[in-house]
């Protein structure tokens, strides 16, 4: 978000094309997001705010806003207080922890280890995999449950409880 440029972004605002600098190092050249709806609009939103700029950061630092200077790490701490307070969460959590509940969020509802890799932006499926497998685990156990009433309707949901 703090290296986002509106370059970035394609014409409908419904992706992200960028290098993303944490792993620059890395040579994996530009990736592609897709955005959710509610965060195309917000964008679209902002855009026309700002007078439907092709160029430049899209969110300036508030302090040095006549110079469209990019936000600087600490920009969100203020903010991010006041959201966990409003929630009412633990003071100590982390704003990075939003990217490890998005992943695990995910993984939880079912969706597939290679896509969530892909929307993580990890390089290898085995860094998705070392440390979001655990909550693929019990997933499992629920799959195998699925499959058996599949395969035997005959099986009450109080039998397969029984079993586990």
């Known amino acids: 978000m703090l290296g986002l440029r ?3 972004l394609n014409a ?19 990736m592609y997001f897709p ?12 855009w026309e705010q700002e007078g439907k700029p092709t160029e430049g950061w899209v969110f300036c ?3 040095h806003r006549d110079q469209r200077r990019r936000l600087s790490e600490s920009a969100m701490r203020k903010a991010w207080k006041k959201v966990k307070e ?16 998005f992943a ?14 892909k929307l993580m932006g990890h390089s290898d499926i085995q860094t998705t995999m070392s440390h979001y497998s655990h ?27 029984a079993l586990s």
């Open 6 to 8: 509106w370059e970035h």
């Open 12 to 30: 409908d605002f419904s992706q992200v094309g960028k290098v993303i600098e944490k792993i620059a190092h890395h040579g994996k050249g530009k």
């Open 35 to 46: 955005l959710v709806t509610p965060c195309q609009e917000m964008i679209r939103v902002w």
């Open 61 to 63: 630092s508030p302090r």
């Open 86 to 101: 409003f929630g009412g969460l633990d003071e100590s959590l982390d704003l990075y922890t939003l990217r490890h509940n």
């Open 104 to 117: 695990s969020q995910h993984l939880m509802a079912g969706s597939d280890v290679q896509m969530v890799s």
């Open 135 to 161: 909550l693929t685990q019990s997933h499992l156990a629920e799959t195998l449950k699925r499959a058996e009433r599949l395969f035997n309707p005959s099986i009450t949901q109080a039998k397969i409880e």
